[in-house]
């Protein structure tokens, strides 16, 4: 049966049924950073969103739907439009789920060796398949009853062959069982030191195991992973506030603290001054 989440938050309402996740969300102001480890497809029902993987921003509206890449980064926006609030249905399809699958879908398999599809997100088009899924699935936006995870399952399958009846390379994303390559740590940080990761994150996205993650790391720094993040992030605060004239309010959370009070005791003890000190 379905977990509910959120239930302290009363902007913010999530049911999962079985990996197919049911969101209602109150507040315009609502926005979080999406890193699913798995890949995914969201269906907007009412209201509106925007995706932003910091170089392109897609909008999705009501009855649209989008395909997201699993081990992508992006900040999501859901807000109500036309006097709707933002109701969503999300598809997350497991490894588990999707080798279960390949060995079904025997006709898919020779479509896994294709020329690989860029892993980017992707707005699906309004095909039947599509439509009739998630029609199949609204009633349960208002009902109290909660679907069966049977059920559930059968509509995962439902998505998964929308998705490769819109285009057969798809199986060259979903049904890549290899393991990570390893990419390089530094780089990886660098890139994305804002976001909020534990180390077992940052070891799942640069494709190592964690103990292979800790013992790397070693090597190219002499800090933990966590205070190398912070370093980082005062580093380029401290030059936001120098060089770009930024002031505090404006820095702290875009590079990754979650409050101006964290942010300012960490920059005394990195610098020995308040970061008023720098700030315009």
Known sequence: MGQTEGQNDPLKVIFNYNNV???????????????????????????????????????VRKGECVFIPRDHHITMYKRSCDGERYCGIFLSFTRNFLREMFY?????????GMSKLEPKVV??????????????????????????????????QEGLLALLHIDKRFATLL???????????LDFMNKNYMYEFTVEDLAHYTGRSLATFKRDFKKVSDLTPEKWL??????????????????????????????????????????GIPPTAVSA
């Open 21 to 59: 996740f049911f969101s209602f969300f109150y507040d315009d102001a609502s926005a979080c950073i999406h890193r699913s480890h798995e890949y995914a497809v969201n269906y907007v029902y009412s209201g509106e969103m925007f995706l932003d993987n910091g170089k392109e921003q897609i909008h």
């Open 104 to 112: 079904k879908l025997d006709r898919y398999r020779e479509a896994a």
């Open 123 to 156: 707005k699906l088009p309004d095909t039947p398949e599509i439509a009739s899924l998630f029609a199949s699935m609204t009633p349960y936006f208002n009902t109290d009853e909660k679907p069966q995870d049977d059920f559930m399952h059968l509509k995962l």
């Open 175 to 185: 049904f890549d069982f290899n393991e990570s390559w390893k990419i390089d740590i």
């Open 230 to 271: 912070i370093r980082k992030r005062l580093e380029v605060a401290y030059g936001l506030m120098k060089e770009g004239r930024k002031k505090i309010i404006d820095v702290y959370a875009e590079v990754g603290f979650k409050n101006p009070s964290h942010f300012s005791t960490a920059f005394k003890k990195q610098y």
